[in-house]
């Protein structure tokens, strides 16, 4: 008997407790929604009364399993026009899944609905949000699709806090700056293409396909603009010199470091011993091999052209790569590391052979690219690199 009261008594605790915080909790949420829809223009009729049940009569209302709280949000396509309000969605403390893509919303996306605590999934793709992205994300966030609307400015870092992202889809937006490196070990899709982001692709997205980065036109429109203007700087300063007398053009020397014997084609002739070993590698290459395998490794020649020789070559442990030797290449170190470096960045677009190391001497500059077997070759020989070069 004392133990039934008991057992009654504390039954009816946890009820008088709990119930009346779990129905405030979806009030709450019923208010909010309410006061968002308010709000919001829209078509389609979504059924939302005040009197009805949420949880079972609400379009694109699902609640959580208890019935406490509005956990999914999906009103795809509804016709919603103009600006989402703060202090409406972003009230849904316990919201998991947010889709509003295919509407027309406008103007900013106020921060409270990207940083709700629990939200795992958020699509707003297909609308017309303009401004910054919002610098404060949920660390939940598993996919976060935000393309196809008018986005400016950077891709906040703060990115790389959202450790638990699979899926990131900024694609055609307005975004500029620079990619921040993000390492993201569970990413699976990434999709940046279609912005105005201009640089490199940071080391740690260059596992994504190229596909995840085009028609971004600062990355190539921009870059040969700025070649071509180097180019024509480059050339300038070269008749300069030339016009001062020095008579500067090098030939590849055919001796020295006693493998001019071997029966196999020769690209090192020119490289000067202390010199060996400094061959150059751009960031995010993964090639381990040193000056000395490349002057080892058996090579054939792939073509001839006015810059000079292109080579086949094939290392240990079967990495091929190809090594354009250039001829009468009449440059200072200096200004050939930073045309190096400038080609290596552009080398990043998917349409150009990507420049992976290079080596420089008096006597013999070296270029070493990846070798792509089957139709790349003409790129090689004629791409941009080859073009801009000719100018050196
Ligand atoms: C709309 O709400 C009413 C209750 O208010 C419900 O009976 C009806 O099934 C709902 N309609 C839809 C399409 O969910
Ligand atoms: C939650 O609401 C749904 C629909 O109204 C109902 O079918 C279900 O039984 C409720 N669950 C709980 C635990 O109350
Ligand atoms: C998106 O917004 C811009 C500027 O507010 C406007 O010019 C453009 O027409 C809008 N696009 C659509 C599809 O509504
Ligand atoms: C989030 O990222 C920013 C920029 O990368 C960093 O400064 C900040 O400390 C991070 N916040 C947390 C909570 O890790
Ligand atoms: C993107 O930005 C550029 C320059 O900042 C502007 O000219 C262009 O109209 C913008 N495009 C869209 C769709 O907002
Ligand atoms: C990337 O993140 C992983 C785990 O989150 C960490 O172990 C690794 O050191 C990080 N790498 C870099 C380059 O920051
Ligand atoms: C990214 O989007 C572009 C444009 O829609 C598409 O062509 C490309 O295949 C996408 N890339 C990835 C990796 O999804």
């Not at 989402?84 to 969605?89: A, E, F, R």
């Not at 029966?263 to 020119?270: A, N, Y």
């Not at 590698?281 to 006015?306: H, P, W």
Request: hydrophobic share 35%.
């Amino acid at each position: 008997m004392e133990f039934c009261t008991s057992s009654m008594f504390s039954s009816l605790v946890v009820i008088t407790i709990f119930l009346p915080l779990i129905t405030a909790d979806l009030n709450s949420d019923k208010q909010a929604l309410l006061d968002f829809l308010a709000a919001v223009p829209h078509r389609r009729n979504l059924n939302w009364s005040s009197t009805s049940p949420i949880c079972s009569s609400w379009i694109g209302v699902t609640c959580s399993q208890d019935n406490s709280s509005v956990s999914i949000l999906r009103l795809p396509a509804v016709g919603f026009m103009g600006h989402i309000p703060s202090n409406t969605l972003g009230k849904l403390d316990s919201l998991r899944t947010l889709s509003l893509r295919s509407n027309r919303f406008n103007g900013d996306l106020p921060s409270d609905i990207t940083t709700l605590p629990s939200l795992q999934y958020l699509y707003l793709q297909h609308n017309n949000f303009t401004g910054d992205l919002p610098a404060s994300f949920s660390r939940q966030l598993d996919v976060l699709d935000l393309s196809f609307n008018s986005f400016t400015g950077d891709i906040p870092e703060t990115i790389q806090n959202l450790t638990l992202l699979t899926r990131l889809n900024f694609q055609n937006n307005n975004l500029s700056g620079s990619i921040p490196n993000l390492n993201l070990t569970r990413l699976k899709l990434l999709n940046l293409s279609y912005n105005q982001l201009s640089g490199s692709i940071p080391s740690s997205l260059q596992r994504f396909p190229n596909s995840s980065f085009v028609g971004n036109s600062l990355l190539c429109v921009g870059g040969s603009v700025v070649l071509i203007l180097l180019a024509l700087i480059i050339l300038c300063c070269c008749m300069k010199k030339k016009n001062n007398g020095g008579s500067g053009v090098l030939k590849g020397k055919t001796s020295g470091g006693g493998r001019t014997e071997k029966p196999k084609e020769e690209f090192g002739s020119g490289v000067q011993e202390p010199e060996k070993n400094k061959l150059v590698f751009f960031e995010g290459c993964s090639y381990n091999f040193d000056l000395e395998d490349l002057l080892r490794a058996s090579a054939e020649v792939l073509g001839k052209g006015s810059y000079g020789t292109a080579y086949k070559a094939v290392l240990e442990e079967s990495t091929t790569v190809v090594v354009k030797r250039l001829k009468e290449v009449v440059v200072g170190k200096k200004d050939f590391e930073q045309q190096m470096e400038i080609i290596g960045r552009v080398g990043q677009h998917p349409n150009v052979v990507p420049l992976r190391a290079y080596y420089y001497s008096k006597d013999e500059k070296l270029l070493v690219y990846d070798y792509i077997p089957g139709g790349s070759l003409s790129t090689l020989l004629h791409g941009t690199h080859f073009s801009f070069l000719s100018f050196l």
